[in-house]
């Protein structure tokens, strides 16, 4: 997959204020709308603009692309790694991925999803409503879901600062990790999300769990693998060694001929 430059596709360089993006969108639709245009390329040309322009002119996917394309180029090859957005906190809205197909493939490999927990606020009709739902990816420690632990976890946010430019904020939570928590699990805070309109109440902030790489334990649901190096006599005529974990030793009866 080749990396694309949104700000190459709109025209702006990449420190463009929100009201330069928006300015810069509008002149190239008025220049390759197919309804208008003369060009040859308009269809494919308006469709890059709509794809950059969605891209741009939305904080968070624009903090997240600037985060992502540090360094690359233009049709440079590109896959995003996997916990590229590990920390990043996310308001609920997205695109699914009927959206996203009208978009390239590079657009729907990082944005062609919906964040848990999403809520359509544009179908409230009343004037009190709840706040949408944030979510973001955090990875923890194995241990931690041995024995349960709080951990401080910081998040970072995408806010439009005075002059429309992209800022992060950060924000630092104390978080109850439950015993046995498994990857994949998400932990719900209540409040944490969005807030509310008309005094309705906060949205809740959704934390999807990972595992960080641990140096000797791999987690597969709730199953841990373990290579267990043992000596040749051991192995040859059989044995009990004694195996840490997390939560203390345990002794494991190796096999005669194993």
């Known amino acids: 997959m080749q990396f694309k430059d949104y700000y190459e596709a709109l025209g702006v360089p990449r420190d463009a204020t929100a009201e330069g993006i928006k300015k810069a969108f509008r002149k190239l639709a008025r220049k390759y709308h197919p309804d208008v245009s003369k060009e040859k390329d308009a269809e494919a040309r308006m469709k890059e603009v709509n794809e950059a322009y969605a891209v741009l002119s939305d904080a968070e996917k624009r903090a997240a ?5 540090k360094g690359l180029r233009p ?8 916990d590229w957005d590990a920390g990043f906190e996310f308001s609920g809205h997205g695109y699914s991925p009927e959206e996203a197909a009208g978009f390239s493939d590079f657009f729907e490999q990082i944005f062609g999803r919906v ?7 544009h179908s409230q009709r009343n004037f009190r409503a709840q706040g949408e739902d944030h979510h973001a990816k955090v990875y923890l420690d194995v241990e931690d879901a041995f024995t349960g632990a709080t951990r401080q976890i910081s998040l970072r946010a995408p806010k439009m600062d005075a002059q429309g430019r992209v800022a992060m904020e950060s924000r630092t939570l104390n978080v109850e990790i439950p015993k ?6 998400v932990i719900r805070l209540a409040g944490q999300g969005a807030p509310g309109t008309g005094g ?22 709730r199953d841990l693998h373990l290579a267990l190096p043992v000596a040749p006599w051991e192995a040859a005529l059989g044995a009990v060694v004694a195996v840490d974990l997390p939560d203390g030793p345990v002794k494991v009866r190796i096999p005669k001929g194993a």
């Open 65 to 69: 692309y600037d985060q992502l394309g």
């Open 75 to 82: 049709g440079e090859e590109f896959r995003p790694p996997p």
């Open 115 to 121: 964040g848990p927990g999403t809520r359509d606020f």
């Open 180 to 185: 046995g928590i498994r990857e994949g699990q």
């Open 200 to 221: 309705g109440p906060a949205g809740d902030l959704l934390l999807e769990v990972h595992f960080k790489p641990h140096p000797r334990l791999r987690v597969e649901g």
